[in-house]
């Protein structure tokens, strides 16, 4: 547990005192959204929270692994509060009253084409309860997993993938993980926030 409090303290001094997020800017067909990039403590390393996106027509990420998040509403106070909103909705968590705010990642706009419009905007938190319940939105989230950063990390080296997609040539990365893949967006931002961290633990 001492490593874990230790790696999260150096986290938040990181991106408090060194890290400058990249900021996408913005235009009137922008659509602002943002994910939560969760951790917990584990046995020896901090966990991180996936969830599988439900099958919808509606949703441009459907069925898809995912931070939880979403889209910014009138009602949201700014874009931090929209992944803290997304979040309780999605898998009931308080970010709030059991989340300490790290930092805020690089944004984020998907490659395709239907989605191109959204900038995405990832905010780091940490729970403080070891033993946190979470109570999907069935209509929104399909599954929940917390996959350890240690796992994670032995998956970095292999999970760059190059197609050919959108008429051109498209490198992303994919995680598997007992069952589940993380790929597209999310397999971008894991990939991303992994390495960037990496030289902190």
Known sequence: MKKNNGLINKLKIYFDKTYSFKEIPIDKKSILSSVAIILKGGASYPELLFIKRAERADDAFSGH?????????????????????????????????DGELIGRFDD??????SANDFIVSPFIFYIKKPNITLIKNSDEVED????????????????????????????????????YR?????????????TTIDGIN
């Open 65 to 97: 692994m995912a931070f939880p998040g979403g889209v910014k509403e009138e009602t949201d106070e700014n874009i931090l509060s929209t992944a803290i909103r997304e979040t309780a909705e999605e898998v009931g968590l308080d970010l709030h009253q």
């Open 108 to 113: 984020y706009r998907p490659v395709t084409p």
């Open 144 to 179: 929940v997993i917390w996959i350890g950063l240690d796992k994670l990390k032995k998956l970095l080296p292999g999970s760059k993938r190059t197609t050919n997609k959108f008429n051109r040539e498209y490198q992303d990365y994919v995680f598997d993980h007992e069952g």
């Open 182 to 194: 993380i790929w597209g967006m999310t397999g971008k931002i894991l990939h991303s926030f992994i």
